[in-house]
Each structure stands twice: as C-alpha cells, then as structure tokens.
C-alpha cells in the first residue's frame, strides 16, 4: 500500500536545506528539515507526514514540540522518536496534561459572587484580605455590572464590555458613586490577572475610571439635636429603632459597626464598649454615655446571651443594613419632620443629599466639636485617623455653635426609659465621680 503522498519541499531562504507543510490534528505548520540533499530531504518529509497523522489528537504543543524534533534529529533519534509515538498511538502510555483550574471558566458574576462572599479571601489569604465593604461591593455588582456582562466568561470580557458597564450608569449618579462602581470592576478583573491567573492582562483600563471632581461633593442633610428629640418621642416608631438611631448620634459608630455589636462588646457595670472588628482593622473603646448605659441597661432582655445582637428587629430578626436609610427617612416623616419645618431633610438634588443614617454619625461629630469636645476625644469613638478627616466638620460645628443648637437630650430620658438603674453601686460610685461623657445625663 503506498504511503502518503510528499508535497513539495519549498527551499529555505539561507540555503541549508528544505522546509515541509504538516497537517496534525487541527493544525498546518512548516516544519524545517536541515538537508541539501532532495532524496533524503523527501524521505525525511514523508516520515514528519505520518508522524503528523499519528499524533493527530495529542496535545498540540506536544505534537509540534516532536514534529520539530523529528525534522532535525539523526538516524537513532529519530528511531526514539517513532517509537515513542507509536506507544502514544497505540496508548500505550498516558500523556499527563497539566489540568486547567475551573475558575478559568467562571463568569463575571461567578467571580464577583466567590470575592464578596470572601470565598477567594480564603483560597488565596495571602493575597486577598477580608473585604469590610463586600456589602457595597455586591450591590455595585448586582446593580450595574451583572446584568450587562454577568453572564459572560471573565477571559472573554473586552474593554468594549466595560466601556459599556460605564456607559450605561445612570447619570444622575454622583461622580463618586460612578467611580466606586469603575473600581469595583477594574478590582474585580484585576484579581482575575493575579492570583486567580484567568487572564494575562485586565481588560479595564485605568483611563475608563471616572475623574474626581474637586468640589464635587454634595450637601449632606444637617440633622440637629431638636431633630433627634421629635424622632425618639415619637412612639409611632419602634422603640428598637428609636434606640438605633439615639446610639448612632450619641456614640459616633458607623451603622454597620452598630447593627453588628452584640451584648458581649458593652460593659454595662463598666459603662465601656470594646468594637475589635469594624471597617478600618483599629479596635477601639472607649466610655459610653451614661444615659446611653442606662437605656441600654433598661432595653437589654432578660436572658440575653453575650452572642446576641444589642439592635435588633422587633420580632428579634437582623436589621437590614441597606434599608437603614430608607427606614429613617420613613421615621422622620412619623415624626412629623417632613411637615413641620424640616422638609430640607428629604431634599435630593444635584447639590444635596437627602438624610440618611450615616448623617447620624456626622450629626455625632459636629455637635460635639460644638459643646467644646477635643477631636481626639471624637476620633476615640469614631475611629477618624487623622485631623483632616475631623476638619470637615468644624465649620457646621462652628455654626451649632454660634445658634446654640445645644446637645442630646438623655438617651434614657428621649426614650421615656428613665428609671432606677440595675447598675452596681459600685459602677454608679465610679460613674458619678468621672462625670458625664457628652454632657447628656
């Protein structure tokens, strides 16, 4: 039976022998056989074609790693090389191929699901931390990048792909929204580079990311002392909430810090809280307010395990974090603040941003510095690293000041809690000594 049948053997450009055109598998590439002899040239031509046709469904790189060998080998290395692809023809030995991991098949959302919920943090602690904002990071997700790109696979994604997840923010977004949601997504491909090595190169140039405005920012809603005496009275809101919302503007703590401590982080004989997890890896404490000590001592359920959340749902279920806000402002409007007077909390334009429940923080912040509390005496509460990010505050405080918006009313006494407190005498001998905190008892 005749062979296969040689093509043509096209010269090489130096003069030192021939090149031949091998089909294997899927693949036709010219392979160099170093000989200015025609006859053995042909020979050595038909061999690389069986040999093609032998190794058709061997790993590609294999295939042509041999064909290339075999081109240039002599006599007896090229014998090995035809006896190794016999025994690969005839499987007589495994060829071991390095297994591709499955996250190279993950979508966007695949990978954006494995990030916030910390799950890479695990595989890879070295490289990933803990993500403190995954919260905010899954909503950017499932909001503005999912449904355009969610499904697909992260090695396919282009910049056109994410010139179009940018493109189609909404406008009336803040520039600094829209930024957060670019960093998100250039974080996002960029762990797809290294460790997770799914692509070589991100496909979200740094360009793409919204510029910073200087000056930019929004007016944020001025929530005053008189605010927070309607709101806690109004006994149309619960008095779970109304409890949140006293703590917030009287202990300067992020809501998220708030809604996560549990009773075993507050010392009520002590008058102290100890937050060790919050959002800028800093554990601090430091003393309550001892109002806030006795409506918390008053509130506190019989029975309450150290593991149990202080702020809770009525019906004992966790708050939702993203609703706080909404849950506020529905608040306010119970207590008749929409209506009467302070319809300024509810604007939302270009230029302002309506109330929110991290304004309860800031409202924390300035009216201290207004009743002549130290920055250090705030950043101890607040967690605030530096003066600058507690001088954003001065002017506001400065105007509580000149109008004499006073301070918090008694947390307990706000909240009709005010009675005979369950203290030890000891901790009350010690409280009364050390005065007040923030002016509030």
Not at 239 to 258: D, N, Q, V
Request: proline share 5%.
């Amino acid at each position: 039976m005749p062979g296969p049948e040689v093509p043509a053997l096209e010269p090489l450009a130096d003069g030192t022998g021939f090149r031949v055109r091998v089909r294997c598998g899927k693949a036709r590439n010219r392979y160099r056989i170093p000989s200015t002899d025609r006859d053995f040239a042909e020979r050595r031509a038909a061999v690389l074609i069986e040999l093609g046709i032998a190794l058709g469904k061997a790993p590609p790189d294999l295939a042509k790693s041999w064909l290339e060998q075999a081109g240039e080998a002599d006599g007896p290395g090229l014998k090995r090389i035809q006896a190794a692809v016999a025994k690969l023809a005839a499987s007589a030995v495994a060829v071991k191929r390095k297994e591709e991991s499955p996250r190279t098949a993950w979508t966007v959302q695949e990978l954006g699901e494995a990030w916030t919920q910390n799950k890479l943090a695990k595989a890879f602690p070295d490289q990933i931390h803990v993500r403190k904002s995954a919260d905010d990071d899954e909503i950017r997700l499932e909001k503005h990048v999912y449904p355009l790109v969610g499904s697909k696979r992260v090695k396919d994604l282009t910049v056109d792909d994410c010139e179009r997840v940018m493109r189609k923010l909404p406008a009336a977004l803040a520039i600094n929204t829209r930024r957060n949601v670019g960093l998100t997504l250039g974080r996002l491909l960029t762990l797809a580079v290294y460790p997770l090595k799914i692509i070589t190169v991100s496909p979200f140039p740094k360009g793409l990311l919204p510029r910073a405005k200087k000056g930019a920012g929004k007016a944020l809603a001025d929530y005053r002392p008189d605010d927070d005496a309607r709101l806690l009275a109004c006994t149309a809101v619960p008095l779970s909430y109304r409890l949140l919302w006293g703590f917030l503007a009287r202990e300067g703590m992020r809501s998220s810090e708030a809604i996560q401590l549990r009773w075993g982080d507050v010392d009520l004989d002590d008058g102290s809280v100890v937050l060790d997890e919050n959002k800028s890896d800093d554990p601090r404490s430091w003393a309550l307010d001892p109002a806030v000590v006795r409506a918390l001592d008053a509130f506190k359920p019989d029975g309450a395990e150290p593991s149990d959340r202080v702020f809770v749902e009525a019906n004992g279920g966790e708050h939702n974090r993203h609703a706080l806000a909404k849950t506020l402002r529905e608040h306010l409007k119970l207590a008749g603040l929409e209506e009467g007077g302070r319809a300024k909390l509810f604007e939302h334009s270009k230029t302002r941003l309506q109330v929110r429940a991290h304004d309860l923080r800031a409202a924390f912040v300035t009216t201290a510095l207004a009743n002549g509390k130290t920055e250090t005496w705030v950043a101890d509460r607040t967690g605030h690293k530096s003066h600058s990010m507690i001088k954003r505050y001065t002017r506001t405080a400065r105007t509580a000041g000149d109008l004499k918006r006073g301070n918090w009313t008694a947390l307990d006494v706000a909240l009709g809690l005010a009675k005979p407190s369950k203290l030890s005498q000891k901790a009350r001998r010690r409280r009364g000594s050390a005065g007040t905190a923030t002016g509030t008892e």
